[in-house]
């Protein structure tokens, strides 16, 4: 329920007879337990890892379907969105309530300069 | 050795040999010359010979070889900017360097930070029985370095040894002497409505760095800790924009998010921040992720946040990327009058939250 | 991150949020049993996108804000042990005891210390043969297979200084209490997508049957949280009361067997005490008999603990999503991260220290940070 991270599989190996690997966290690697999922994954998996252990392997056709899904639903929302920030950015309002602001809604965050 | 890793502490061999001699009273093992002993820290012959063999060739020069109880030095000017702190970082050596770099530029950057030249350095050493000879010459050649990177003299020193156990290897307290400059004079108070917040480099590396070479975590990361000397940014930011710089920081326990607070608080301002602009290197992110940490409160030790008047804030900016550590530098937020005391992170999907000082150390979170 | 960074994406979450605002056509009423989840959604400001379209209620789901006092006091009396190495998840450290905490003991000359996994506590009770090591099995279903391993592991290696102190909760006994109180308002559930990881969602269709109820298995980034979100909005103006996955990417029916498995084996269900709430009927897993001797409570005399529970504090009504944590009087007064009152302030899923740390706008008056 709670820290589960996703990683990326890169090595596995036993160790005193429990199945350990080792887990790629996008630039972080940590050794894991993956007597859970032992029998499901091969290194290049993904795995969703908690207090060192590996309890499920990312199912990433599912991951890949749903998030087409969403993607889907953003596109049609898309260009109705383009079209209100060009608005809005001409009015000088913004559509989110920040609560940082005073009543008449004016922004008072800049766009940040200096951008690399 | 330390306790720090959690390694079992070794206990001397026994048969120690005793060398009977009037006034001496601490015995001198034998086997026992490449690591520190009480006799170290006594002021007798063995406090010499280390003074003699180890500090002085390093850090060498006239005051310093004078050896006086005090240093005598000369620093210009009705005012001086004098800062001190004490380093007690576990463990003693990390990725991108060791407890030696921490206290030459923890210190030289204090000083910068007020927009004074520093020119000397005191270096106070505790160190614990049993520290590894080897490991002090390596700290202190780190020191060595920084030191003349930053154009520093060390004057002064002292050393004391505790009994094994009570000082986690060792503890370093460093006091800096620096001249100030009438001109360039940024401070905590002098933030104001409408000034850019900059940071010189990516955030939270020294902290993950730290961390992650912490045994008990066990976990393997490729940040090194952005330990440097801050003196050439500063010089550079001076030089470009003078008195438009309002504050300097150096953002080091508590990371960006205290040092912002702090100003935020002295300044009687606001500070608004995008959270889409914060510098966070990828490995940091994800060590922050599996351990619940939040990037803006993991310490660092090789940037600075600028406080910069809006006009020159390109200026600002420009300058610190013509040196190599402030290749990175960005703009990540605007100081505002509205609700004084509070930095507000507004986060990619719009809201904003809040981002308070800290009570305590954060702990990694795991559930 | 993959899978991670992609479920925060603004374009997404914000197409979510008008889908919802576009369904709903009364003000709903949805419930979150999962501190990471209650952690999302204030720190990124959902509930303030989703306007009053949605009240996302907290519920209690914040392990380390549910456990009993009596047991904080007895991790601090085996902490003050000279012999015992006290060992934690890092939440626990600050949470307050009846007149200190782990933080304090350690300050005091305890040796406590904070580990990742349970196996690391494991590796520190083998490299210290002279000492004890005891772990502070915290939790709900997510971490009871790693806790159950280290246990298994412990007997499997001849292990006799290592024990554990356990305080393990269930969710849907959590939620069947919520469900039953009669004050109810919740509509429908977010169920915690890595309790359901481990112990699929089987559990939660008598449920969902028995008391009309949408609940939908729900991620932890804001993307995954709308998602959920907007399944249990249309269920409710479809008139439909299902068990739904939106975490699909990790969570099956049936779960992960194989750690279920172990859990069955270590552990056992018994009635357990929630601090705030009190007594919740086969809520709890306790170590079996035959594991005794590496359980903590067995193992080293704890003796009668007498607690004392600040009686300003509302952490129970906040558990119970009954009141939000800044309607509590003590909130942000008496009580804040640096003097916590109650649990629910101090650790980093608790609903108070969310809100206090993310969402504190208060009236200028009301008091600054300091």
């Known amino acids: 329920m709670c820290l589960g991270i996703p990683g990326k599989l890169t090595e596995m190996y036993g160790s005193e007879g429990l199945q350990m690997g080792m887990v790629d966290f996008g630039g972080v690697r940590r050794e894991v337990c993956l007597a859970y999922v032992a029998d499901e994954v091969k290194t290049g998996d993904y795995v969703i890892v908690h207090v060192g252990f590996a309890i499920s392997k990312v199912d990433e056709e599912e991951a890949r379907r749903t998030f087409k899904l969403l993607e889907e639903i953003s596109e049609l929302d898309e260009l109705e969105w383009m079209k209100e920030v060009a608005e809005k950015s001409l009015s000088g309002l913004e559509s989110d309530r920040d609560p940082s602001r005073d009543a008449s809604g004016t922004s008072d965050i800049p766009r940040p300069e200096g951008q690399s | 050795m330390t306790k720090a890793g959690g390694a079992p502490v070794q206990e001397p061999a026994d048969g120690v040999s005793r060398i009977a001699s009037a006034g001496l009273t601490c015995p001198v093992p034998a086997g026992e010359a490449d690591r520190v002993l009480l006799g170290h820290g006594s002021g007798g ?7 003699r063999e180890r500090f002085l060739p390093r850090f060498g020069n006239d005051v310093l070889e004078e050896l006086g109880d005090a240093a005598v030095v000369n620093v210009p000017g009705d005012e001086i900017a004098v800062s001190t702190d004490s380093f007690v970082v576990s463990p ?10 921490l206290a030459v530029h923890g210190t030289v950057n204090d000083l910068a930070m007020m927009g004074a030249e520093p020119l000397y ?59 100030l400059d009438p001109d360039f004079r940024p401070g905590p108070t002098r933030a104001r409505d409408g000034d850019a917040v900059i940071v010189s480099g990516p955030i939270g590396r020294h902290g993950v760095a730290i961390m992650a070479a912490r045994e008990d975590l066990r976990f393997e990361v490729e940040v090194r800790s952005d330990t440097a000397c801050l003196v050439p940014l500063v010089q550079a930011l001076s030089a470009a924009c003078g008195p438009a710089i309002r504050s300097l920081r150096d953002p080091t326990r508590g990371g960006v998010a205290s040092a912002l607070n702090e100003i935020a608080a002295s300044s009687g301002v606001g500070i608004r921040l995008e959270e889409g602009s914060l510098p966070v290197p990828g490995p940091v992110r994800a060590a922050c992720e599996m351990l ?51 930095v507000l992170l507004r986060t990619g999907l719009g809201p904003s939250r809040v981002v308070d000082m800290l009570p305590g150390d954060q702990l990694p979170r795991i559930c | 991150m993959k899978y991670l960074s992609e479920y925060r994406d603004p374009v997404l979450a914000r197409s979510l949020v008008d889908r919802i605002l576009g369904t709903a056509t009364r003000p709903r009423v949805l419930m979150e049993v999962c501190g990471g989840q209650t952690h999302t959604i204030v720190r990124q400001g959902l509930q303030e996108l989703l306007k009053d379209a949605v009240d996302m209620i907290h519920g209690p789901g914040c392990p380390v804000c549910v456990t009993p006092l009596e047991q904080i006091d007895r991790a601090l009396h085996l902490a003050s042990r000279p012999e015992v190495i006290f060992t934690s998840f890092g939440d626990m450290l600050r949470v307050p005891g009846s007149d200190a905490d782990l933080l304090q003991i350690r300050a005091r000359g305890g040796e406590v210390r904070v580990v990742y996994s349970p196996l690391d506590a494991l590796e520190i009770a083998r490299a210290h043969p002279d000492r004890e090591v005891v772990f502070f099995a915290v939790g709900f279903e997510t971490t009871a297979p790693a806790n159950a391993m280290s246990v298994w592991r412990a007997r499997e290696l001849g292990v006799t200084n290592f024990s554990v102190l356990v305080s393990h909760v269930t969710v849907p006994p959590a939620i ?82 194989p750690a279920q498995e172990l859990v069955a084996r270590v552990f056992q269900l018994v009635d357990r005490a929630w601090r705030g709430i009190g007594e919740i009927p086969s809520s709890g897993l306790g170590l079996r008999e035959e594991f005794s001797q590496f359980d903590a409570e067995k193992k080293f005399d704890l003796g009668s603990i007498r607690t004392s529970e600040p009686e300003e504090c509302m952490a129970g009504d906040v558990l119970r999503g009954r009141i939000k944590p800044f309607e509590c009087p003590e909130f942000g007064a008496a009580c804040t991260p640096e003097r916590p009152l109650g649990a629910p302030m101090v650790s980093s899923e608790g609903a108070c220290a969310a809100y206090y740390n993310y969402a504190r706008f208060q009236p200028e008056e009301a008091g600054e940070p300091a």
Not at chain 2, 92 to 101: A, D, S, Y
Not at chain 3, 238 to 244: Q, T
Not at chain 3, 252 to 257: A, C, M, V
């Open chain 2, 92 to 101: 003693l050596e990390f990725p991108g360097g060791n407890i030696g770099h």
């Open chain 2, 121 to 179: 350095l005191t270096a106070g050493f505790i160190l614990e029985e049993g520290l590894p000879l080897a490991l002090l010459d390596r700290v202190l050649d780190a020191m060595k370095e920084s030191a003349r990177e930053a154009g520093v003299i060390v004057v002064t020193g002292d050393t004391k040894v505790v009994e094994r156990g009570k000082a986690d290897g060792m503890f370093i307290n460093t006091t800096g002497i620096g001249q």
């Open chain 2, 45 to 51: 012959k063995l406090s010499a010979a280390l003074l």
């Open chain 3, 176 to 257: 069947r209490a919520i469900l039953d109180a009669p004050d109810n308002r919740v509509e429908a559930f977010l169920a915690a997508g890595h309790v359901c990881t481990v112990m699929g969602w089987r559990e939660y269709e008598p449920l969902a049957d028995e008391y009309a109820v949408p609940i939908v298995v729900t991620g932890f980034e804001p993307v995954d949280i709308l998602e959920g979100i907007y399944m249990a909005v249309r269920q409710l103006e479809e008139g439909r009361a299902e068990v739904e996955n939106q975490y699909a990417r990790s969570v099956r029916r049936s779960g992960n067997e």
């Open chain 2, 292 to 342: 619940g940490l939040d990037p803006l409160y993991v310490a660092n030790e090789g940037i600075l946040v600028a406080i910069v008047a809006q006009e020159e804030a390109m200026s600002a900016l420009q300058a610190l990327h013509s040196h190599p550590i402030g290749a990175s530098a960005v703009r990540i937020g605007t100081v505002t009058a509205e609700r004084p005391g509070l």
